[in-house]
T-cell receptor
Framework: ETGVTQTPRHLVMGMTNKKSLKCEQH?????MYWYKQSAKKPLELMFV???????ENNSVPSRFSPECPNSSHLFLHLHTLQPEDSALYLC?????????????FGPGTRLTVL | SQKIEQNSEALNIQEGKTATLTCNYT??????LQWYRQDPGRGPVFLLL?????KEKRKERLKVTFDTTLKQSLFHITASQPADSATYLC???????????FGGGTRLMVKP
């Protein structure tokens, strides 16, 4: 609907598992973002990529590892997560990472860490 | 410290009335402010953007005001409908670098 897709939509994993979240945008945008949305907390910006280069890491623990192979795809690799990492992970894109422009969000991946 | 505050309590109004949501911020000098709508289980959807030098912006039944002296934005939905029921988020960017900081959102319930 928004031109940003995320898979999987739901994920349950144990603390010792390794999994990856995928995001793809079909809008021709150059900037992509990962956000975390926990219950009763505001959206938190995690990472920003502009033209495939990471321009922002918002003090995110190393158990979250982003990858951006091209401007259309963004991954979030997960390993040895904690139960408090359970949240809705949202991907977004925008025409540029500089200047004033709206962001287009995907539907999110609901992650549960057991 | 920087803070963005939206009323965390749900706003309940009757269909046809005007809904007014508030976004207050402290220790920010935002270059612009955006409003998004989020439905349960979905990502936020952009609604309106207002720049620091603009006082008011309109789009159909939506109106946003921006008062940099009061450090406040108001979001109005006129002639509200049950379909307007959702959570509304405000977001600020201080540097025009598209690094958005979001408020916690206000849930709006429009009753028929």
């Amino acid at each position: 609907e928004t031109g940003v897709t995320q898979t999987p939509r739901h994920l349950v994993m144990g603390m010792t598992n390794k999994k990856s979240l995928k995001c793809e945008q079909h809008l021709g945008h150059n900037a992509m973002y990962w956000y975390k949305q926990s219950a009763k907390k505001p959206l938190e910006l995690m990472f920003v990529y502009n033209f495939k280069e990471q321009t922002e890491n918002n003090s995110v623990p190393s158990r979250f590892s982003p990858e951006c192979p091209n401007s259309s795809h963004l991954f979030l690799h997960l390993h040895t997560l904690q139960p408090e990492d359970s949240a809705l992970y949202l991907c977004a894109s925008s025409p540029h990472a500089q200047g004033i422009n709206e962001q287009f969000f995907g539907p999110g991946t609901r992650l549960t860490v057991l | 410290s920087q803070k963005i505050e939206q009323n965390s309590e749900a706003l309940n109004i009757q269909e046809g009335k005007t809904a007014t949501l508030t976004c207050n911020y402290t220790n920010y000098s935002p270059a612009y402010l955006q409003w998004y709508r989020q439905d349960p289980g979905r990502g936020p959807v952009f609604l309106l953007l207002i720049r620091e030098n603009e006082k008011e912006k309109r789009k159909e039944r939506l109106k946003v005001t921006f008062d940099t002296t009061l450090k406040q934005s108001l979001f109005h939905i006129t002639a509200s409908q049950p379909a307007d029921s959702a959570t509304y988020l405000c977001a600020l960017d201080s540097n025009a670098g598209n690094m958005l900081t979001f408020g916690g959102g206000t849930r709006l319930m429009v009753k028929p």
